[in-house]
């Protein structure tokens, strides 16, 4: 089976630009949450989603979104673009909104530069 | 508030040596904590959980320590190998807002096996 896929792996943007990036959970999970690290950092809770619906949401500005597709797979938008965004974005996929032994399952993440 | 920090950014071993990784966690109604592997390139991979309802859990070569009254976790690794070089991250989860769960990373410690 497929683990988590992130797309693209890697895109450079100018300030100011949007940008779309693109996850597919683990097959059978339902739920799917976004996390940005900053270089020399720990990742950053930003969305949750499940059953297509927003469950969570970090400490992060409006030119964030989200969405979640009916085959649960997953895009997180950011808009305006600033330097400081310029990070690597994780998709982590679980069976459900919950934890548990090996619950979440990351992605290799997008690694975004904007410039 | 939620925040969980790490005593030391970095650590170097000599292979064969056992490894402890340290980790802070201020939010005392976590209840559940987890340990991931980083390596470059990839995105953060579970080693090893702990419930808050435990003190100790062993796995292959990884035993986790929970420490509910000064609020501290750790990781040991026994017998290092090469392929243990990679940045830890630690997690805890804060409890449940309108059903969502989040993930709250550390900043991590870069672990370096020596020849």
């Known amino acids: 089976d497929a683990g988590v896929t992130q797309s693209p792996t890697h895109l450079i943007k100018t300030r100011g630009q949007h940008v779309t990036l693109r996850c597919s959970p683990i097959s059978g999970h339902k739920s799917v949450s976004w996390y940005q690290q900053v270089l020399g950092q720990g990742p950053q809770f930003i969305f949750q989603?499940?059953?297509?619906?927003?469950?969570g949401r970090g400490n992060f500005p409006d030119r964030f979104s989200a969405r979640q597709f009916p085959n649960y797979s997953s895009e997180l938008n950011v808009n305006a673009l600033l330097l400081g965004d310029s990070a690597l974005y994780l998709c982590a996929s679980s069976l459900a909104p919950g934890t548990g032994k090996n619950g979440y399952t990351f992605g290799s993440g997008t690694r975004l530069t904007v410039v | 508030g939620e925040s969980v920090g790490l005593h030391l950014p970095t650590l170097s071993v000599q292979e064969g040596d056992n490894s402890i990784i340290n980790c802070a966690y201020s939010?005392?109604?976590?209840?559940?904590f987890i340990w991931y592997k980083q390596e470059s390139g990839k995105g953060p991979q579970f080693i090893i959980d702990?419930?808050?309802?435990?003190d100790k859990r062993q796995g292959q070569r990884v035993t986790v320590l929970l420490n509910k009254t000064v609020k501290h976790l750790s990781l040991q690794i026994a017998a290092t190998q090469p392929g243990d070089s990679a940045v830890y991250f630690c997690?805890?989860?804060?409890?449940?807002?309108?059903?969502?769960?989040?993930?709250?990373f550390g900043q991590g410690t870069r672990l370096t096996i020596n020849p």
């Open positions: 702990i419930r808050s309802n435990m």
């Open positions: 997690a805890e989860t804060p409890a449940r807002i309108q059903g969502a769960q989040k993930l709250v």
């Open positions: 989603y499940y059953e297509k619906e927003e469950r």
């Open positions: 939010n005392s109604a976590s209840d559940y």
